[in-house]
């Protein structure tokens, strides 16, 4: 197994975020980058439950007693995730903006394509491990992008605040991208267990990258023409903007964090920092207005 990030236990913490005065546009002048990042909200959700889904399923085959702990951490932070983005979209919903549609089919993903029965077809008994081996897979690429992005939020995201962006939401953002940094490993740890196979590992992650950044596009392009507040369209030239405005990591930043993960000798202890992620949570205002940190059940 490979070495622990930190001896302390990932934790799910609760938090309580008021977006009740959270403006619509919560980035300043900036509809485009706060569409952008207002994707999570309807993306987040569902696949974060898909990532417990699959996860109390993996859980009783895991007979290593760190990692079992480490997973169900995962679980719990997960689905704390997935809870504290509805409260977006009750924000959302506030300003206007319905988002049932893309919350229905994302949980018909879930069901029909990530579940232990996809389209309502039990898996052959022989073929059982291998379904679940491609899942873990894709939800190790997942992880790094969303370690990647945990990683630019607390780090690279200064300008926001500079701007004028919504305290309550931004606490938000940081305090999730903090937890993606703080359990980085967890997910490429289980897929190492399972079987480590690297060609999966790079389908994996070919897929990965092209889902993900589609589904934003597409995301923010729904958003965008939702807001009856604003004209503006997802176009390359606007994000370009609102990248070079510092509201948005580019895609360059994104890209760039693929290769490393091609690597053979790749492990994601070597991307990130736990102390910064740590040291944001001790100091997040949301995190602060909840009760004290728990480890919830994994089921």
């Not at 679980?75 to 983005?85: K, P, S």
């Not at 994302?106 to 039990?122: A, D, K, Q, V």
């Not at 359990?183 to 992650?205: E, I, K, P, T, W």
């Not at 004209?231 to 895609?251: E, I, N």
Request: aromatic fraction near 10%.
């Amino acid at each position: 197994m490979p070495a622990s990030l930190t001896d302390v236990p990932i934790r799910a913490r609760r938090p309580r975020f008021d977006l009740s005065e959270t403006p619509l546009h919560w980035i300043p002048g900036d509809p485009m980058a706060t569409h952008t990042m207002n994707v999570l909200h309807i993306l987040l959700p569902p696949g974060e439950r898909w990532f417990c889904d699959v996860y109390r399923e993996a859980l009783p085959l895991i007979e290593d007693d760190k990692l079992r702990e480490d997973v169900k951490g995962f679980i719990g932070q997960e689905a704390t995730h997935a809870r504290a983005h509805e409260v977006g979209r009750e924000y959302l919903s506030r300003h206007g903006i319905d988002t049932e549609r893309s919350m229905a089919q994302g949980e018909w993903m879930r069901t029909n394509l990530g579940g232990p029965t996809p389209f309502g077809r039990t898996v052959p008994k022989p073929l059982r491990r291998t379904w679940l081996v491609a899942r873990l897979s894709a939800i190790a690429a997942i992880e790094h992008f969303t370690a990647v992005l945990g990683e630019w939020i607390l780090n690279e995201s200064d300008q926001l605040a500079v701007d004028g962006a919504d305290p309550q939401m931004l606490d938000l953002m940081r305090w999730h991208g903090a937890e993606e940094v703080e359990h980085r490993s967890v997910a490429f740890d289980v897929y190492q267990y399972f079987s480590g196979n690297y060609v999966r590992r790079l389908v994996s992650m070919v897929f990965a990258a092209i889902a993900l950044h589609v589904a934003f596009i597409v995301g923010g392009t729904l958003l965008l023409s939702a807001d009856g507040t604003t004209k503006q369209h997802f176009t390359f030239k606007a994000f370009r903007r609102a990248t070079r405005a510092g509201h948005l990591p580019s895609y360059s930043e994104t890209l760039r964090s693929i290769p490393p993960y091609l690597r053979r000798d790749f492990h994601p202890s070597h991307e990130g920092s736990t102390d910064v992620a740590l040291a944001y949570l001790a100091s997040s205002i949301g995190v602060a207005a909840g009760p004290a940190a728990t480890r919830l059940a994994a089921g």
